[in-house]
């Protein structure tokens, strides 16, 4: 069989994946610059957790249009123009931030928001759509027939998952630190300045990338949603994996509230103890993506299930180590399996979708994601002040650990509804677990 082409061999692919960590690095500092000026101007947890559900929680149910909208356009730079109404959002914020009402900050954050997530899903599809396209052109008829066509498709879209995973995670250790440290040197309007510059950078980078879909242009955005949604509905496998991943990151953002409580009051590690609970979790986070890249002869339905199985028995060690180091052990595993989880169920997302479905049904994992978060962090908080931080990771770490389980039923008992390279039904059905 041939090799698979690396998508690293495409320039738009280099600049997709680019683009990706740029945005998500100038994200999290924005995110933490905002974080900290909200709280400080107005001495309220609740404030912060209104920003949070304004930036994550309500661009949840308004994402999944404006990416059929922009898929349905014959425009060009429809992507580069989100990352630009990211930027004057953005910059509108900054500006807020001398003359503070919470409010209008509110509103904009969930402009922001929207974007973002809209943004981020029709870059998943784009990219795995590059690797489609640069698999099928490098593709010679001596390569062997369709069957390994297939393959070498799903393996690139596969690899293309992976680069983009690493990418996170290397921000997700990065951003916080680089936001806290210039809001600390220059104040919260300059590090979100600093995301605007990241914003204009994406558009700049992808302003050649269509992201229309053909197959969309003759249907309304009502029809296009109706369409994704029926495909979700009627695919068993991949209705059952979405099910079960919202209760797994249901309960892997129950988590974060409880954390900061368990390193001050529990541990009695301060601040510093928080930071390296995080680092550690960040750490693992980057080894987990390396270890999906080098998994590709592992089922991704196993590698979903180890992943969600690892963050939630992380939990259930924070719940029983007696100190701050022991602490970090579990937190390195549940970061590991954090980076193995998202490229996993993005993959098999993308296996179990038509290619013209992708962008809407990616956008509607994204707005599961930011529905969860909703969910999660008050559960979290809850746990906490009915109970103490051991017990609430406790029932926390058993939750996600259940639903792991759930995963990795879903992914080996029921029949598979992928798709070939050509976005239609498949000829033949076999076991999910034999998903690549």
Known sequence: MADVPSPLSSGRLRRIIVAYGVNRLGTWIGTVALMLAVFDHTHSALAVAALLAASQAV??????????RVEASA???????LYLFEALATSVLAIMLWHFWLPAILIFAALDGIA??????????????????????????????????A????GAEREANALVNVAFSVTFVLGPVVGGAVVAASGAPAALFIDVVSFAICAILLIRLHPHVEEAGADS???????????IANAPTLRGLLLAEAASLVFLESAAPIEVTYAKATLHAGDGGFGILLTTWGLGAVLGSVVFTRSSRRPLGALLSAGALAMGLASVGFAVAPSLAIACLPALVGGIGNGVELPALNSLVQRLTPNALHGRVMGAVESLNSVCVAVGLPLGGALVALSSTRVAFAIVGSGGTIAALALLRVTRTRSREATNGDGQAPTQREPASQLR
């Open 221 to 231: 955005v009502r029809s296009r949603l109706r369409a994704a949604w029926a495909h």
């Open 75 to 81: 425009r060009r730079s429809e992507l580069s123009g």
């Open 59 to 68: 661009p949840a149910f308004l994402v999944p249009p404006v990416v059929a």
């Open 151 to 154: 393959e070498a498709i799903h």
């Open 116 to 149: 973002a997530l809209a943004a981020s899903s029709l870059l998943r599809a784009a990219l795995a759509r590059t690797a489609r396209d640069e698999t099928e052109r490098n593709w010679q008829p001596t390569d062997g027939g369709s069957e390994r066509l």
